[in-house]
């Protein structure tokens, strides 16, 4: 049975740094696509940032370019999603989820407030 599982949210600071951690069962997240989406309230689903499984392509939205990093760690079996000068706006549940299976996580709130 494939699962999904997204842990490390919480509350932070404006201009602080976070990092969600997606783990699976299952499955070998490095043979894998994986993506990482985030739904704030009031507001549709959004793509944040994707992975490929094996070349490792990568790809963000436009408004967290240069603040997010999304990386394996192929011995733990984990996509990380490193978030650094998080702003009030990044504010939502983010979920992380394997295309190739439909396998998506029951997410993990992030909160930036001072």
């Known amino acids: 049975q494939v699962q999904v599982v997204e842990s490390g949210g919480g509350l932070v600071q404006p201009g602080g740094s976070l990092r969600l951690s997606c783990s699976a069962s299952?499955?070998?997240?490095?043979?894998?696509?994986t993506t990482w989406y985030r739904q704030a309230p009031g507001k549709e689903r959004e793509l944040v940032a994707t992975i490929t499984g094996g070349g490792d392509w990568t790809n963000y939205a436009d408004s967290v370019k240069g603040r997010f990093t999304i990386s394996r760690d192929n011995a733990k079996n984990t996509v990380d999603l490193q978030m650094n000068n998080l702003k009030p706006d990044d504010t939502a549940v983010y979920y992380c989820?394997?295309?190739?299976?439909?396998?998506w996580g029951q997410g993990t709130q992030v909160t930036v407030s001072s």
């Open positions: 299952g499955l070998t997240l490095s043979m894998y696509g």
């Open positions: 989820a394997v295309s190739a299976f439909n396998a």
